[in-house]
């Protein structure tokens, strides 16, 4: 289980997140919904220790993120806003790199890259040095690099982003095997369409405050709307 209790940072004047709470479950996919500034990506810096809140605590599996990092990092796959790789090393390498600091045998690192490459359709570059790839590619490779040790639960920091139609489709269908075998899934996102078709809950939030939490249908019903679009502008006040 994720679990994100009370949790402020203040970035001098900056109010960036203010005693945001919620909890992902077992077998949960959880949207973070917000728009620019509202908070997201801190709150998730703050899940993956990056960023030290100022209150409150995160938890996984119960394993304060703030008192034993190291034990808590080892359960969680980070996807994060900055997806930055060693451009002179080639895809499977950078991924390798990663499973080699997890501690996991070369043997089965080499089979892990050879399925995360088939299921994200990664076969056609995973040799090629990253320089020059594309956005996309890019993606796919940082991807494969928060999975590459087999954690029990992900933060992804917008994962869609710069994938063609036919990667999206892949990821969204990779999240869901991952889901149906128990995992635990928190991302962040500006798709409205793929939050509504991936996400069994969505917390919504504003002016680093949880402004809403549940199912597409509960938060439509609480801002007395039938899309999703309209209750997110109305409940964050995103069009201001």
């Known amino acids: 289980m ?9 970035f001098g004047p900056v109010q960036a997140v203010d005693g945001v ?12 919904l917000g728009p620019n500034g509202a908070g997201k990506t801190t709150t998730l810096r703050c899940l993956y220790a990056l960023v030290r809140p100022d209150a409150g605590e995160a938890r996984i599996d119960g394993i304060s993120v703030q ?4 034990r808590a ?3 969680i796959g980070v996807l994060p806003d900055a997806k930055g790789l060693y451009n ?6 950078n991924i390798a790199y990663y499973g080699r600091l997890h501690g996991l ?13 088939e299921e994200l359709a990664m076969v056609d570059f995973i040799d090629r040095r990253c320089e020059g790839f594309s956005l996309g590619q890019r993606m796919k490779v940082a991807i494969a690099r928060a999975l590459i040790h087999q954690p029990r639960h992900l933060l992804l920091d917008e994962p869609t982003s710069g994938l063609d139609v036919g990667s999206v489709r892949g990821l969204r269908q990779l999240l869901l095997n991952l889901r149906a075998r128990g ?6 996102s500006h798709v409205m369409q793929e939050v509504e078709r991936l996400c069994d809950r969505i917390v919504m939030i504003g002016h680093g405050r949880i402004v809403a939490d549940g199912t597409r249908d509960e938060i439509c019903a609480r801002a007395g709307t039938e899309e999703l679009e309209e209750a997110f502008v109305q409940l964050t006040g995103a069009e201001a």
């Open 183 to 188: 995992h635990s899934i928190l991302f962040s």
């Open 105 to 117: 045998p070369e043997r089965q690192i080499t089979a892990r890259i050879q399925r995360l490459a």
């Open 21 to 32: 709470s919620f909890q992902v479950a077992e077998g949960e996919i959880v949207a973070l």
């Open 73 to 75: 990092l080892a359960r």
């Open 67 to 70: 008192q034993q990092p190291q």
């Open 88 to 93: 002179r090393l080639s895809a499977r390498e």
């Open 2 to 10: 994720i679990e994100v209790d009370g949790i402020s940072k203040r």
